[in-house]
């Protein structure tokens, strides 16, 4: 692994149903962020994590939830998806906030979700 | 409330020269970010800026005057690969990222 993966690709879901949204990188960053991006619009912040055990909201966290059980893996589950919900996700990672540097985010390629 | 503006689309020529502003208005100001985004791809980060001034990296450049709220990302010689679009992205005092909607630069031959 190089950097920050997510899986799947993308997904066609049905309404109602529960899906979980994987991603991990392997720049032992402390802090990982989850996004959706539609058109027109900007990057929107979903939730984040600062650190291992610690998650917080973002600008548009309902409907979605996070877990942060250890450095690498941050997963997004939609408990019950919801046609508004289609869009593109994309996890990020950084060394964190305040930390040395420019606390730059890299991205992992994205989930295409659409939900029907 | 927090706001990000940059220009929705601008067109230019292949080997020109472009500039694509960015005006911001947040609670806090720790740094200024462009990302480049490639469509059906990630964004990748292409600078940042904290200081009032040029930062000069090859074909592109970033400036910052942090008074004004304003940055400009400045790409030269331009290549067809240039065509994508550019994010402009501000952490604000929480160190979270407000995000613009994104500046779509076509380059034509």
């Known amino acids: 692994i190089a950097g920050i993966t997510q899986a799947p690709t993308s997904q066609i879901l049905a309404a109602g149903r529960r899906m979980t949204l994987r991603c991990t990188q392997d720049?032992?960053?402390?802090?990982m962020y989850w996004y959706r991006q539609d058109l027109g619009l900007g990057l929107r912040l979903i939730h984040y994590s600062n650190t291992a055990g610690t998650t917080g909201k973002g600008e548009v966290p309902d409907g979605y939830s996070v877990s942060r059980a250890n450095t690498d893996d941050f997963p997004l589950t939609l408990a019950s998806a919801v046609p508004s919900q289609t869009s593109v996700y994309f996890c990020?990672?950084?060394?964190?906030?305040?930390?040395?540097?420019?606390?730059?985010?890299?991205f992992g390629p994205g989930t295409r979700l659409t939900v029907l | 409330g927090q706001n990000i503006d940059q220009p929705t689309e601008m067109t230019a020529t292949e080997g020109a020269i472009v500039q694509i502003n960015c005006t911001y208005q947040t609670s806090g100001f720790n740094g200024l970010f462009w990302y480049q985004q490639h469509a059906g791809e990630a964004p990748t980060f292409l600078s940042y800026?904290?200081l009032d001034g040029l930062e000069e990296k090859g074909r592109f450049s970033s400036f910052l005057s942090r008074s004004k709220g304003y940055s400009y990302l400045l790409l030269k010689e331009l290549q067809m690969k240039d065509s994508a679009s550019y994010l402009c992205a501000v952490l604000d005092s929480n160190y979270q990222l407000i995000w613009g909607a994104g500046t779509k630069l076509i380059i034509k031959p």
């Open positions: 720049m032992r960053h402390n802090a």
């Open positions: 800026n904290v």
């Open positions: 990020a990672s950084s060394n964190g906030p305040g930390a040395e540097g420019s606390d730059t985010q890299y």
